[in-house]
């Protein structure tokens, strides 16, 4: 019976893997590359993998096509072999690689390092370091190919970040690297992020990205003694980065505030879901295109109240801000734009300063109470029940004791 691995309801699975079945050549393990590379796409989307199995899906897949044996006609034999394949992947020996990347800042230091799992995180290692020293050397070996990608220099208004993960291969690494230091750049874009205010000129400024800790335009995976543990490199595509590093005035605040809001992200019972959450907020807010990424931090909101259903996702917000009112204004606002991006012409780039400044103040207030309160609450359910609360305080206390006699009655003689 596979665990690793599912069909996705509302999918032809009959049918998916049947195009697949005809792009497949006479040998049973090459296909016709314009059919396989429309239709792969698609069976991705068909399978659902398991927390534990989704980094290594895509191989999963590819292999149990590519597996002469299996004849592509029945989907239940399908998943049993993408759930073979995932086992024999996931025996393999971990081995200890590092991602070297580089993010938008150049003040001081504002830490050494963070663990997340079992992940490092290096902020502004020493450039003269033996492990820089050599990575860099090591990168030289890279420089052809992304001269002729067009991939953007690296700048001075850089600061190399190291993250120390084990992992199966240098992918594998660059996968499980890529999400521990977004998810940092997530909690320090949140609060710098929070902090901010609608800019009076935004109508007049170049498009440009919300969040002031962005990735650099390289980023490459080697092994401890920091020689390339792979030729490939990933880049940002026309990256570009216009604003100014941040500049503290306290840096040492700074440093302990963060250090305590990470503290409490890593002891939260609710941490996964808090740390996805800080990945689909980073990377929303990475985007330059304003209203992509609007649809990225509606998603934010969704996952944060537990729906996509307009007035209930509003009615939850607003319960987390002081000023109900304000903010059931202001989310609806920001609902009515987003369905003008999706389903209409319109766009926000004139007013996109104010309108995804509006928006991440709705999400940063909601994800900095699920990271100080999961730990008074079960589950998210509770949280969601707890939001659902009504804001009449008669009402509320009519509540209580409606429950209190419903506890007596139950426990009645």
């Known amino acids: 019976m596979p665990t690793r691995f599912d069909w996705q309801r509302g999918f032809n699975r009959n049918l998916i893997l049947g195009k697949l079945k005809d792009a497949r050549k006479s040998d049973g393990r090459s296909f016709d590359a314009g059919d ?17 199995a ?3 899906k895509a191989r999963c897949i590819g292999a149990s096509l590519s597996d002469a044996s299996l004849k592509l006609n029945d989907p239940d034999a399908f998943i049993v072999r993408c759930d073979q394949e995932f086992e024999k992947l996931s025996q393999r020996p971990l081995s200890k690689f590092v991602l070297y990347t580089t993010v938008t800042y150049s003040g001081p230091r504002l830490i050494d390092w963070v ?3 079992s992940a490092r995180i290096y902020w502004q290692p020493s450039l003269r370091g033996s492990f820089l020293r050599k990575a860099k050397k090591a990168q030289e070996a890279q420089e052809f190919h992304r001269k002729a990608n067009k991939v953007a220099a690296e700048n001075d208004g850089l600061s190399p970040v190291l993250v120390h993960v084990s992992a199966y291969d240098a992918f594998d690494a660059f996968e499980r690297a890529n999400d521990y230091v977004d998810r940092f750049r997530g909690m320090l874009n949140l609060l710098i992020n929070s902090g901010g205010s609608v800019n009076p000129f935004g109508r007049l400024a170049t498009p440009h990205a919300v969040n002031k800790f962005r990735r650099g335009p390289i980023h490459s995976i080697h092994h401890p003694d920091g020689s390339l543990a792979t030729e490939t490199f990933w880049y940002e595509p026309r990256w570009t980065h216009n604003v ?3 500049k ?6 700074y440093k302990r505030s963060l250090r305590r809001w990470w503290r409490k992200l890593q002891e939260s019972p609710m941490r996964e879901f808090i740390s996805d ?3 689909r907020y980073c990377r929303a807010l990475d985007l330059h295109e304003a209203d992509a990424s609007l649809l990225g931090m509606w998603q934010v909101l969704e996952k944060v109240t537990g729906t996509d259903k307009y007035d209930l996702l509003i009615d939850r917000l607003a319960r987390l801000f002081r000023d109900h009112e304000d903010a059931r204004e202001i989310a609806n606002h920001v609902r009515l734009r987003r369905n003008q991006t999706v389903h209409s012409a319109h766009n926000i780039s004139r007013e996109a300063n104010a309108i995804l400044i509006q928006t991440e103040t709705l999400a940063s207030q909601a994800i900095f109470f699920y990271i100080k309160n999961a730990a008074k609450f079960e589950n998210q359910k509770e949280i969601l ?3 659902d609360l009504p804001l009449d305080h008669r009402k509320l206390q009519r509540q209580r004791k409606i429950a209190d006699f419903f506890i007596r009655y139950q426990n009645r003689p």
């Open 277 to 279: 959450v800080l990945l």
């Open 385 to 387: 029940d707890f939001l």
């Open 115 to 117: 663990g997340d799992d």
């Open 54 to 56: 989704e980094p290594l």
């Open 248 to 253: 503290f005035k306290d840096p040492p605040d």
């Open 244 to 246: 100014s590093s941040v």
């Open 36 to 52: 396989y590379e429309f239709w792969l796409p698609v069976l991705s989307s068909a399978v659902r993998a398991s927390r534990e």
